[in-house]
């Protein structure tokens, strides 16, 4: 199970951090990712991190501006997003891959598990 959680309303140019922890049949390290789905578009891939939080990627459009981090002792990983801009409202959702896949992935197919997502409003 993930419970994604922290987003809210902004104003542009703001910061969030949106979180999300893993449990249940979900718990342990996994390859973790973030997606978005802008209100009327396609879900889109965000950042993702393995398992032991060295390796990170993101999206071009959110580069240098979003961070992602984990802690692996709260099975919690998180999405800092610093100056954020209208384009970047959406549902944010976590995912997770199966535990026995160790490659990082940039594709909504390559992620098994799903949080419920959590909504960000950036205002301009």
């Known amino acids: 199970q993930l419970q994604a959680s922290g987003g809210g309303l902004v104003q542009a140019g703001g910061s969030l951090r949106v979180s999300c922890v893993v449990s249940g049949r979900t718990t342990g390290s996994r390859v973790m990712g973030w997606f978005r789905q802008p209100p009327g578009k396609e879900r889109e891939f965000v950042g993702c991190i393995n398992k032991s939080g060295v390796r990170k990627d993101y999206a071009d459009s959110v580069k240098g501006r979003f961070t992602i981090s984990r802690d692996n002792a709260k099975n919690t990983v998180y999405l800092q997003m610093n100056s954020l801009k209208p384009e970047d409202t959406a549902v944010y959702y976590c995912?997770?891959?199966?535990?026995?896949?160790?490659?990082?992935?940039?594709?909504?197919?390559?992620?098994?598990?799903w949080g419920q997502g959590t909504e960000v409003t950036v205002s301009s």
């Open positions: 995912a997770a891959r199966r535990q026995h896949e160790t490659a990082i992935n940039y594709s909504a197919e390559g992620y098994t598990y």
